[in-house]
């Protein structure tokens, strides 16, 4: 027993001066392959390390080492000292109930053939499945675990969960879509915050639409993918909004309300705030946006007087005296015809199509700008808010095109017809 204790202590001691020697190497003067040669044979030994420490988490498991050492349980134990999350305990612990019972992939494992994800991924197999039905086909997993990625090998597993065990995957789809939710909260500041989360089929669903979405939209598309996703997401539910298919709430289509006045589209000084429902006070350029193609309503209403009766319907001004009949800024035939003149985000560079824009009044109608061709243009959402939230200048030509300036005056860019 002594000597084997000492075997290990030397290999340890080895392992550390080892590492000890990396540590201390210089690097400023490898290659590019050199130090991909580096990074591949490193990647090589610590799979092997993680085969060691799997090996030793069963066996300290399967005698109670935790128990022992005053712990609740193996998971806990390797949480508390050796700094795993308790997702990353969990696995080692049962990668070594399982690779204990699968030799094939344990030998490979340990000889850094297969790499700790791919080996991972056949002992939650074998975990789902059991060992025996796994045993069946060890030496093709194993195979593949030498030679494919993490997301074929993902794959494979996958496949033969259903081949080995249809019964049982149905069962464990069936729980993971009973565990779905999401949730849309608002915080104070204003901002919503989404979490959830979707079994495998409403996942694929949701993420295929969002990627149809989130190309960039032109060479000056600088915003990050996650940005480029989120807008993806607002588009889509913009869109359905828009396509009036939604049901109908209270006897009216879902949409959103923006109650402001023309003072505020003016952008008079001393205008109130607009006011976008769900979100609260919004900013006149942002109401302007909005304005911009809508469904508008026009109301009357009386200046505030301490005299309004109680039950008055009433405005930030005062009480309401009438309300017009609801009609587009932009009038379906001129939409039309937008829509064959632009055909899509006029924006210099953008590709979108016509379905992801908004009519875009150069002239605001606010300011006494008309609704026709001449003062009209199709931009996507993300380019409409470059030029009212942003403060580029945007200009329809005699001939036709379209110029942009940034704020600061830098040179134009031009879309032609």
């Not at 080892?18 to 591949?40: P, R, Y």
């Not at 308790?86 to 019972?101: F, H, I, P, Y």
């Not at 309300?257 to 109130?272: S, W």
């Amino acid at each position: 027993m002594s000597s084997m204790l000492a075997t290990v202590e030397s290999g340890i001691e080895h392992l550390t001066q080892a590492v000890n020697g990396l540590a201390v190497e210089s690097i400023d003067n490898l290659t590019g392959h050199a130090l991909g040669d580096d990074l591949v044979a490193i990647r090589r030994q610590i799979d092997r390390l993680e085969a060691e420490f799997v090996r030793r988490v069963h066996r300290f498991d399967r005698d109670n080492g935790a128990l022992a050492e005053g712990a609740a349980s193996t998971v806990s134990w390797l949480r508390g000292t050796c700094g795993l999350t308790s997702s990353a305990a969990t696995d080692r612990v049962r990668m070594g109930r399982m690779l204990n019972e699968l030799p094939m992939t344990m030998e490979s494992f340990r000889e850094g053939r297969a790499p700790f994800t791919n080996v991972s991924l056949i002992a939650r197999l074998a975990d789902d499945i059991g060992v025996e039905p796994t045993r069946t086909v060890e030496r093709t997993l194993v195979d593949a675990a030498e030679k494919v990625d993490a997301g074929r090998m993902w794959y494979l597993t996958s496949y033969t969960r259903q081949r080995l065990d249809a019964d049982g995957a149905l069962d464990r789809d069936n729980r993971d879509h009973e565990r779905r939710w999401f949730a849309c909260d608002q915080t104070f500041g204003g901002v919503f915050i989404l979490r959830g989360e979707l079994d495998a089929e409403g996942g694929a669903i949701v993420k295929t639409a969002l990627d149809a979405l989130t190309p960039p939209t032109g060479p000056d598309d600088l915003r990050k993918t996650s940005q480029r996703r989120a807008d993806a997401l607002v588009e889509l539910a913009a869109r359905q909004l828009k396509s009036g298919n939604l049901p109908e709430t209270h006897g009216q289509r879902p949409h959103l309300t923006l109650t402001t006045t023309l003072e505020t589209l003016r952008r008079d000084d001393g205008a109130q705030p607009a006011e976008l429902a769900k979100v609260g006070p919004i900013h006149a350029e942002a109401a302007r946006r909005i304005a911009c193609d809508a469904v508008r309503t026009i109301a009357t209403a009386a200046a505030s007087t301490d005299a309004a009766p109680a039950d008055a319907a009433t405005t930030a001004n005062g009480a309401v005296l009438s309300v017009g009949r609801a009609s587009r800024t932009i009038p379906a035939p001129i939409r039309t015809a937008l829509v064959r003149r632009d055909k899509g985000c006029r924006f210099p560079g953008c590709d979108r199509p016509p379905e992801w824009t908004d009519g875009h009044h150069i002239k605001h109608w606010a300011d006494g700008g008309e609704t026709s061709l001449r003062n009209l243009v199709l931009l996507c959402r993300r380019h409409h808010r470059m030029v009212h939230e942003r403060g580029w200048v945007l200009r329809l030509e005699p001939d036709g095109s379209v110029a942009v300036e940034e704020p600061r005056g830098r040179p134009a860019l031009v879309r032609r017809l």
